[in-house]
């Protein structure tokens, strides 16, 4: 069974430029969230997705917006880059209701 | 607005001794879940370990156990018989009860274990 997995592992753009991030859910999980991690802290929430809706989002800004398709994977797109959007970006999926987060191994963002 | 704090940045133990890393959290609701996250240098997170607010007993996974206070608001993690697979940052989380709306996890800064041998 094939958990919670993220493309690319790592990327680097360039100031301006758009990113998409995508993760593919462990089997069965309908629930993805997205998170973002700065060096040395704790991840902060983006938002998260359920039946291709966002069901909630965190305290980032519009250039951030995400997609989620009927198989439950889900995409990260973040628009005019910036220095300070460099970090991990997990992906963690879940059943609806259920209390525990499956996080995948993260894409390394570094925006130059 | 939830919070969670982790005041120990890094932490050190021998191998096969105990340590204790600290957290605490401030909320209104009166029913959540706390957990300890790993996260090797992988970077994959592992869930360690879960609390729920309503049950007074402290979880145990094996080698790790929890000092759940809640009129404190602390929730720290104990591992014993350290190993050197134990070394990772260890992040404390918080969530309240899965709804239609909220259902993120909130998570304090991390705490570095080194293991020594």
């Known amino acids: 069974d094939a958990g919670v997995t993220q493309s690319p592992t790592h990327l680097i753009k360039t100031r301006g430029q758009q990113v998409t991030l995508r993760c593919s859910p462990k089997s069965g999980h309908d629930t993805v969230s997205w998170y973002q991690q700065a060096l040395g802290q704790g991840p902060q929430f983006i938002f998260q997705y359920y039946e291709e809706e966002e069901r909630q989002r965190g305290n980032f800004p519009d250039r951030f917006s995400g997609h989620q398709f009927p198989n439950y994977s889900s995409e990260l797109n973040v628009n005019a880059l910036l220095l300070g959007d460099s970090a991990l970006y997990l992906c963690?999926?879940?059943?609806?209701?259920?209390?525990?987060?499956?996080f995948g191994p993260g894409t390394r963002l570094t925006v130059t | 607005a939830q919070t969670v704090t982790q005041s120990q940045p890094e932490m050190s133990v021998q191998e096969a001794e105990t340590v204790t890393l600290s957290c605490t959290y401030d909320?209104?609701?009166?029913?959540?879940?706390l957990f300890w996250y790993k996260q090797p240098p992988s970077r994959q997170m592992i869930l360690v370990i879960r609390?729920?607010?309503?049950?007074?007993q402290n979880a145990t996974e094996n080698r790790f156990s929890v000092n759940f206070q809640k009129a404190a608001k602390s929730f720290s993690l104990k591992i014993s018989d350290s190993q050197l697979g134990d070394a990772a940052m260890y992040f404390c989380a918080y969530r309240i009860l899965p709804s239609d709306t909220a259902s993120k996890l909130t998570f304090g800064t991390g705490t570095r274990l080194q293991v020594m041998l």
């Open positions: 963690a999926s879940s059943y609806e209701y259920s209390y525990e987060q499956y």
């Open positions: 609390q729920e607010a309503y049950k007074q």
């Open positions: 909320t209104s609701e009166s029913d959540y879940y």
